[in-house]
């Protein structure tokens, strides 16, 4: 789902099981553009069970994972149109 220039949000499943859903918002800001990603999980109990059947211990560490993961690409993000906007 996309809102050009408001939202944009994907779901993610895994063998027919919904996981989670992504998203960014964009927010007008003097000189720029704030950039909020956001995730929710979505999985339902059996999903659960199964991501730590196949994930091991790292299921247990999904929401500290996908927060720092978060946090690079942000900060990705950020350089990378920083620097495009100097060009």
Known sequence: MADPGAEFVFDVSALGFPVARWGY???????????????FDKRTR????????????????????????MRQILRRLKTELESAAKS
């Open 25 to 39: 918002r964009f927010a007008p800001t003097e000189g720029g553009t704030e950039v909020t990603e956001y995730w």
């Open 46 to 69: 059996g999903a659960s069970i199964l991501g730590r059947i196949v994930m091991g211990k790292l299921a247990n560490h999904r929401p500290e994972a996908n927060r720092e993961v």
